[in-house]
């Protein structure tokens, strides 16, 4: 199984401010990661695909970085709507594998 | 709009069965594999089960493997999970989530509760 992990665990950023996440895979993905977003109350929303693609609505000032088995979400300018929980996921093995997540906070 | 409706949680008793369901709709459900996913109280996301387009390819993960069983009928743009022998560590919220291997849309989830 390909363990997924991310950090910080916990991320306390300025409104306005970047934000830069790390996912690390325990194996080569190639670019089969994948981005989501989850706020409380709420099904995750995908971000990111293929390590660097926007999916469909996802603002510019997301973007997604990184191949083989270190990966990078980068927020550009922190929006109120953006604190949330993010998780990265594998589609490169089966089991299909999550990171363990990382909170944005208000700093 | 693309639409994941999932209905069948509740409390269980541990050891006891429910059987998940999700309906599908906005999009060709039969031209898309499916999977499940869920989400303990307060954790992370857990992939749970994946179904090809044809049934002809189904995943398990270790955790559910021997207890669990996907489905799909394409006819009525279902997706299902059978969930047998139920443990107090599959106390979740169940997303059905689409498509392939990577997950661009999710229902808003159906909470079972096993209780023990």
């Known amino acids: 199984e390909i363990v997924m992990t991310q950090s910080p665990a916990t991320l306390s950023v300025s409104p306005g401010e970047r934000a830069t996440l790390s996912c690390k895979a325990s194996?080569?993905?190639?670019?089969?990661l994948a981005w989501y977003q989850q706020k409380p109350g709420q099904a995750p929303r995908l971000l990111i695909y293929?390590?660097?693609t926007r999916a469909t609505g996802i603002p510019a000032r997301f973007s997604g970085s990184g191949s083989g088995t270190e990966f990078t979400l980068t927020i550009s300018s922190l929006q109120s709507e953006d604190f949330a929980v993010y998780y990265c996921?594998?589609?490169?093995?089966?089991?299909?594998?999550f990171g363990g997540g990382t909170k944005v906070e208000v700093k | 709009e693309v639409q994941l409706v999932e209905s069948g949680g509740g409390l269980v008793q541990a050891g006891g069965s429910l059987r998940l369901s999700c309906a599908a709709s906005?999009?060709?459900?039969?031209?898309?594999?499916m999977n499940w996913v869920r989400q303990a109280p307060g954790k992370g996301l857990e992939w749970v089960s994946y179904?090809?387009?044809?049934?002809?390819?189904?995943h398990y993960s270790d955790s559910v493997k021997g207890r669990f069983t996907i489905s799909r009928d394409n006819a009525r743009n279902s997706l299902f999970l059978q969930m047998n022998s139920l443990r107090d560590e599959d106390t979740a919220v169940y997303y059905c989530?689409?498509?392939?291997?990577?997950?661009?849309?999710w229902g808003q989830g159906t909470l079972v509760t096993v209780s023990t």
């Open positions: 906005g999009f060709t459900f039969s031209t898309y594999s």
């Open positions: 996921q594998q589609h490169n093995n089966w089991p299909l594998t």
């Open positions: 194996q080569s993905l190639s670019s089969n």
């Open positions: 989530a689409g498509v392939g291997t990577r997950f661009d849309y």
């Open positions: 179904i090809s387009v044809s049934s002809s390819t189904i």
């Open positions: 293929g390590a660097s």
